[in-house]
């Protein structure tokens, strides 16, 4: 069964720093696209950050200069260094996947993992 592991998270204050990574395991094919997703308590899960096959990333407005997506092809995994990090950073993050299982293209996703900024 494909599946998509998170770790990283805890707990950081204000300011500071942490990085998660993210590896696929099983039968897939290749990967289109690696993100990280994030929801907080109340909230609607949004995108942070996306990776494509080619290096191409993407941020939401709330993290660019903050946060950095990177990808180790080879390996199918991804990474998210966040720093600077605030209060409103606080939520559980996802690892997400697009990628072909066989010919089929599909959308993966992690447990996700705890990430709290607090003094």
């Known amino acids: 069964q494909v599946q998509l592991v998170e770790s990283g998270g805890g707990l950081v204050q204000p300011g500071g720093s942490l990085r998660l990574s993210c590896a696929a395991s099983g039968s897939i094919s290749s990967i289109r696209s690696l993100g990280w997703y994030r929801q907080a308590p109340g909230k609607q899960r949004e995108l942070v950050a996306t990776i494509t096959s080619g290096g191409s990333t993407y941020y939401t407005d709330s993290v660019k200069g903050r946060f950095t997506i990177s990808r180790d092809n080879a390996k199918d995994s991804v990474s998210l260094q966040m720093s600077s990090l605030k209060p409103d950073d606080t939520a559980v993050y996802y690892c997400?996947?697009?990628?072909?299982?066989?010919?089929?293209?599909?959308?993966?996703w992690g447990q996700g993992t705890q990430v709290t900024v607090s003094s």
């Open positions: 997400n996947a697009v990628a072909f299982l066989g010919y089929r293209l599909q959308d993966l």
